[in-house]
């Protein structure tokens, strides 16, 4: 009973830590999922944020560990830096996702990390932008995923934006403004919204451009989006410009750079004091407009030297990871090769064993059969002795009987010797007794005694011959 006890205990104790475990793991996968959404909440609003968020969840998933959101903490964590600016880090994040996604080969996740390094080539490198933004469009459609296949028909509207094909452009983000309608999502609609304006303007159609920013610029504030706030305002700020409408432009023009100074965005103000030199150089103020001119050459000069440095360092990466994908296909060929050749010993030893256990299995069949006819062999053997035996004392017990009908033979022919001699005779007298009686020969009573006297005779001739018989020793004569 106290056995029992103990048992119990300890199943207890045992079901009490997996428990701890099982809800430290949920704690730690809860912690993981919070802080990779709101780093991605964070993204156009405060992207060192997202980077801070996405750092501290991919280090707890790392623990888990749990390949899903460990690629996901990459994935986010490339989304910040790319929002940062920072390409060469957001390249590095993004290519180490997609590792983790292909190794356990989630479609979705794959797709998505695709769409972002198309994004990152939309300024360098057009037709490898396309390649990844195309590879998402159709694992997006294959997975009928309504909101990426959006997202990428807005980056690829991007790219045809850039490549100054502004209706091919047009038609991307009219398909990608239909699918957020749909599906209500807000955030991408106001980016479609934004891209859609962009490209109406560029067509000088600046009523329905300014209609679609300022909707656009109007959400993304309701929702606290900083970088769609400044990049809306720089191209308002454009716009007006073009309508010498002077102070409008400035006044946007403040706002913008006050949100694209929140979001730490280098590339946005630059792209603000050229903004700036366009409205100076318009109004006139050339003196005001050099200014901003030598400030944006200094900053296009860092910039540029930072692009080609991030370009070079970008192309490297690559070829890492294409040496080192070739490294893993070598690996992955070898490891199937060795796979095979561990099931070919493996099978070649299964046979060599079945082959070996028949052969001891047929080994001790024999042995087990050799030993029944050993055993066969002593049993026949003693049969036959016992049969000897048996013989012999057949042949000693025909030869006793033989012999014993050899004096009872004797004995009878003895008895009929006896008979035909001894009880003949009184027979005979009876019968001449009885001749004489009839004829009246003798005397009635002399008869009877002489008669009497006969069979006395016999009487006693047929004992002495029975005790003859019974005794062996006794002869007749």
């Known amino acids: 009973m106290k056995k029992l006890y103990t048992f119990l205990f300890l199943l207890l104790v045992l079901q009490s830590v997996y428990a701890k475990g099982y809800e430290v793991v949920a704690a730690d996968t809860n912690e993981v999922k919070k802080l990779n959404t709101r780093a991605y909440d964070n993204r156009l609003t405060n992207p060192q944020q997202t980077v801070a968020d996405a750092t ?11 390949k899903k959101f460990i690629g996901e903490s990459y994935r986010i964590k490339g989304i910040g830096n790319y929002y940062l600016n920072q390409s060469r880090d957001a390249i590095d994040d993004y290519l180490k996702a997609l590792n983790v996604f292909r190794e356990i080969k989630d479609l979705r996740s794959e797709a998505k990390v695709n769409n972002n390094i198309g994004n990152l080539y939309l300024d360098s490198d ?19 995923d309504q909101q990426l296949i959006g997202s990428s028909y807005l980056n690829i509207g991007n790219v045809y934006y850039r490549k100054k094909s502004f209706y091919q452009a047009l038609s991307y983000y009219d398909k990608g403004n239909a699918i957020f309608i749909a599906i209500k999502d807000s955030v991408n609609l106001i980016q479609a919204l934004q891209n859609r304006g962009v490209i109406y303007f560029n067509i000088n159609q600046f009523d329905i ?27 308002l700020a454009s716009l007006y410009i073009a309508q010498n409408r002077f102070e409008d432009a400035e006044r ?7 949100y694209s100074k929140a979001v730490k965005d280098e590339k946005l103000e ?15 103020n050339y003196e005001r407009a050099l200014h901003y001119l030598q400030l944006i050459f200094r900053q296009d000069s860092t910039i540029h030297i930072s692009n080609e440095s991030t370009q070079i360092n970008i192309i490297q990466e690559q070829f890492k990871q294409e040496a080192k994908q070739r490294e893993n296909d070598l690996i992955f060929q070898r490891q199937q090769n060795d796979r095979i050749k561990f099931w070919a010993v493996t099978v070649v030893a299964g046979l060599l064993l079945v082959v070996i256990a028949l052969l001891v299995n047929n080994v001790k069949r024999k042995t087990i059969t050799n030993t029944q006819l050993t055993e066969l062999n002593a049993e026949v053997s003693r049969q036959k002795d016992n049969l000897d035996r048996i ?37 005979a007298t009876l019968r001449g007794l009885m001749n004489l009686e009839k004829e009246g020969l003798v005397d009635e009573k002399e008869c009877i005694n002489m008669m009497d006297k006969c069979v006395s005779d016999i009487d006693q001739k047929i004992i002495e011959m029975s005790e003859m018989l019974n005794d062996t020793s006794k002869t007749v004569f």
């Open 391 to 427: 013989n012999h004392h057949l042949e000693e017990i025909i030869d006793e009987r033989t012999k014993d009908l050899q004096i009872k033979n004797k004995k009878l022919s003895e008895y009929s010797s006896y008979l035909s001699h001894q009880i003949r005779g009184p027979i």
């Open 209 to 235: 451009a300014e209609k679609l920013l300022l909707a656009a610029n109007k959400a993304a504030k309701e929702r606290d989006l900083n970088k769609p706030v400044a990049s809306t305002n720089l191209t």
């Open 126 to 144: 057009y037709g490898k932008a396309l390649e990844y933004l195309n590879s998402s469009l159709k694992i997006a459609q294959r997975l009928s």
């Open 270 to 284: 630059s792209d603000y004091n050229y903004t700036i030199y366009q409205l100076e150089l318009k109004r006139k």
């Open 56 to 66: 501290a969840a991919l280090a707890i998933a790392e623990k888990l560990p749990y």
């Open 252 to 258: 946007i023009v403040q706002e913008g750079q006050a």
